[in-house]
């Protein structure tokens, strides 16, 4: 059993940065798919990004990393866009042969972190 626990979401102006982190605590992290997703107020829950994958929205602003050391990944955000406001969610899933795009695919989620970016 994993538990996922992401922190680093605020309030930030169109332009700028946020870093996201998700703790992970709980027997072999580096053996987990990790992977970002956020939902916007009315909207579905959308893929954003894992290793080597981004959502098009994003490319380019977004990078993912993690530090398999500290059970810990991160999401760092550049050039932030009011349509980036979202809850983020951090996802870790056992079996990563799959889409890491389908969230469908995921064992197990954090409770959220708000972003919002302002115009």
């Known amino acids: 059993q994993v538990q996922l626990v992401e922190s680093g979401g605020g309030l930030v102006q169109a332009g700028g940065s946020l870093r996201l982190t998700c703790a992970a605590s709980?027997?072999?992290?580096?053996?987990?798919?990790m992977g970002w997703f956020r939902q916007a107020p009315g909207k579905e829950r959308e893929f954003v990004a894992a290793?080597?994958r981004y959502a098009d929205s994003v490319k380019g602003r977004f990078t993912i990393s993690r530090d398999n050391a500290k059970n810990t990944v991160f999401l760092q955000m550049n050039s932030l866009k009011p349509e980036d406001t979202a809850v983020y969610y951090c996802a870790a899933r056992i079996h990563r042969n799959y889409d890491p795009s389908l969230g469908g695919t995921y064992d197990y989620w954090g409770q959220g972190t708000q972003v919002t970016v302002s115009s």
């Open positions: 709980g027997p072999s992290f580096s053996n987990y798919g």
């Open positions: 290793i080597n």
